[in-house]
């Protein structure tokens, strides 16, 4: 079952699709140097029978950890063809049914195979599919509540510690909802980060859609007898994936947390101007651009408004 | 009743003349050996206001005193009683941080309430952190609770009910109408309703009458009037996101919102025929007074606003000789980088 039941499923519909030649071909789709002869041990001279070239194929890339990188290459040649040709894999539903049973599923959205959690939540830090050590680019937003030590001096701790936990949990609801992932999370603030699609446009609008909505977290969720206020920084750069995301260090996560923690006052966010040149003019427009201690940033208040008017 | 302590020797006389001075008051008297006082046994304590009786000299006393300060979480005054009355020795002790110095040989009842009177009048009113924990009671006890579960089909037809009426307005520039087809801008109108309603109903709110650019919204359930007043600061908040994202326009419309309560009369349909005083004030409030970019509440609405968001509300002037609060947008430039 699982595994070994994939694997099965994987081989029978490779046997029947492909002859060991356009199997091989299939293959250097991924493994550009894969030989199949080395790969079954039989001699060069011989003929690959279908089903041994289909197991030895299935099981490579279970063996070299490829098996990502395989699915998706069965999932988009199902969608695409093969050879200039529309391929049929047999049984195809029922791979795909096994694949969710392993852990993987093919994401519309995405348009490729990603992997879940084992309790069917896609919400991974990897968004199913970032191979660790593969450098990567993100869009990065840290976020802080403003005063912390002095709150934490004021009030019990009890109170401090479920509203920070509201506080969280609304940041989570938000950053997830535009596909955005939180990393990291120390007790009043953290840092979350973009990586699909338009990912520093989505950093900007859920980052506006978190100081937006703190006068109704203030109203609603805050245990204690102030208002929280925040700030956050944003910033694009790449960092080097880890599947231990407390283990990502980049000069663009260092660059974001110094934004906020030294460039940025209370209740407002900002943009690095190399962040802020990816930005639609629809938005810029509300942005205002300005020096904070040398640094150039764009920054922007809620309620938001232009300057002008 | 307030706590007093009393740090002596054993056999203070402090022990016998105290209480009787303090039996007709509200206070309660708690005295403790000094010598305990070295003694750390990790309690710590609250008492509004501590005495210490100076034993020998400010040096031989003087330890005591910094006990009391690590063992207090809430920093308490700290009056000093002495036999010593040289000036020298008041000043090293006013110096070291006691609220007051008062004489043995001459301690009154009168004198012993007036000081602690005046040490409590002091923590009361100058000390900036017993004004935060007054004003943190109000502010606590204004957590706002959405209604969850909440059924407009229990109302009754021709029926009167308290309510917070909200009117919302959407503003185009001359520009932007030039830009867009009509059949554009019915459908920006459809998205604005569509999203007016699913926010509202979060907040008990529903809408009531809509006619392109401007809606009536109510809210019946719960802390309505809070809740009226929460759904249009948020919203306003949001609306750059509803504009730029979710409609994808080029620039944020012009938004104006007014709310008023009172009570209204309720019918399932026909909302747009309902006439009340309520609905006429507020439509006079928002089409007459208010203005693009603001959120205007008129004097009920404000009187039983939350304190956590009165204080997004400032006095704006009168109308129709009530008082209107506008929601400031002002630029706070006050703050800086912590």
Excluded at chain 1, 173 to 181: A, D, F, Q, T
Excluded at chain 1, 236 to 247: H, P, T, W
């Amino acid at each position: 079952m699982g595994i070994s039941r994939l694997k099965k499923l994987l081989s029978e519909t490779l046997s029947r699709t492909f002859d060991t030649r356009d199997l091989q071909l299939f293959v250097r789709g991924i493994e550009r140097n894969l030989d199949l002869y080395e790969l079954t041990g039989f001699l060069q001279n011989y003929t690959i029978p279908r089903k041994d070239a289909a197991e030895a194929v299935v099981d490579y890339f279970f063996r070299t950890k490829k098996v990502l990188k395989f699915l998706n290459l069965i999932v988009f040649t199902s969608k695409r063809g093969f050879k200039g040709e529309s391929i049929t894999f047999e049984g195809f539903g029922a791979i795909l049914k096994e694949m969710e049973e392993c852990g993987y599923k093919y994401s519309p959205e995405l348009k490729k195979v990603v992997l879940i959690n084992s309790d069917g939540n896609e919400k991974r830090n990897d968004w199913g599919f970032l191979e660790e050590n593969k450098i990567y680019n993100f869009c990065f937003a840290s976020v802080d509540i403003c005063g912390n030590s002095k709150l934490v001096r004021k009030y019990d701790g009890s109170l401090i510690k479920e509203t920070y936990k509201n506080f969280k949990k609304f940041v989570s609801s938000v950053v997830e909802h535009r596909k955005g992932r939180i990393w990291r999370w120390e007790g009043d603030g953290g840092l979350y980060v973009f990586h699909l699609n338009d990912f520093v446009k989505d950093s900007i609008l859920t980052s506006i859609e978190i100081m937006s909505s703190m006068t109704l977290f203030n109203a609603t969720a805050n245990l204690l007898g102030e208002d929280l206020k925040i700030r956050i920084g944003i910033n694009a750069g790449d960092a080097e994936y880890k599947n231990d995301a407390s283990l990502i260090i980049s000069d663009a996560i260092q660059k974001t947390g110094e934004i906020e923690k030294k460039y940025t006052i209370p209740e407002t966010i900002s943009i690095s101007k190399h962040t802020a040149v990816h930005i639609d003019a629809s938005i810029k427009n509300y942005f205002i651009e300005t020096e904070v201690n040398g640094l150039n940033l764009y920054q922007i208040k809620i309620p938001i408004r232009r300057e002008n008017d | 009743m307030i706590n007093l302590d009393f740090y002596c020797s054993n056999d203070s006389f402090l022990t016998k003349i105290i209480p009787p001075f303090l039996e007709d008051c509200d206070f309660l008297c708690n005295f403790f050996e000094v010598e305990k006082l070295t003694q750390n046994n990790g309690d710590r304590m609250n008492s509004e206001v501590v005495f210490l009786e100076e034993d020998d000299s400010f040096v031989c006393s003087s330890d005591f005193f910094e006990n009391i300060i690590s063992k207090y979480n809430n920093k308490p005054p700290i009056i000093i009683i002495s036999s010593n009355n040289e000036v020298f020795n008041v000043v090293k002790w006013m110096r070291k941080g006691a609220s007051d110095y008062l004489l043995k040989n001459e301690l009154t009842k009168d004198i012993l309430l007036n000081s602690i009177n005046d040490s409590l009048t002091y923590i009361k009113k100058d000390n900036p952190s017993c004004n935060i924990l007054d004003q943190n009671e109000d502010y606590i006890n204004g957590r706002i609770v959405l209604p969850t579960n909440f059924d407009w089909n229990s109302l009754l037809d021709n029926q009167y009910y308290e309510m917070a009426p909200v009117m919302l307005t959407i503003n185009f520039d001359k520009d932007f109408l030039s830009r867009y087809s009509k059949s554009s801008i019915e459908k920006i109108y459809e998205n604005i309703k569509n999203e007016i309603s699913l926010i509202s109903s979060k907040f008990g709110g529903r809408i009531w009458v809509s006619q392109n650019n401007s809606f009536i919204l109510s809210f019946y359930f719960g802390d309505y009037i809070n809740c009226s007043a929460l759904f249009g600061i948020y919203f306003f908040n949001r609306f750059f996101l509803l504009c730029v994202e979710k409609l994808k326009l080029d620039e944020v419309l012009k938004l104006k919102m007014s709310i008023h309560a009172g009570n209204c009369l309720f019918h399932k349909t026909n909302t747009e025929q309902i006439t009340s005083d309520v609905i006429n004030s507020l439509v006079h409030i928002e089409n007459q007074y208010n203005t693009d970019g603001n959120i205007a509440v008129s004097e009920t609405v404000y009187k039983n606003l939350s304190k956590r968001l009165s204080k997004f509300f400032s006095f704006e002037g009168e109308f129709e000789g009530k008082k209107i609060y506008i929601f400031s947008t002002s630029r706070d430039s006050s703050s800086s980088v912590l």
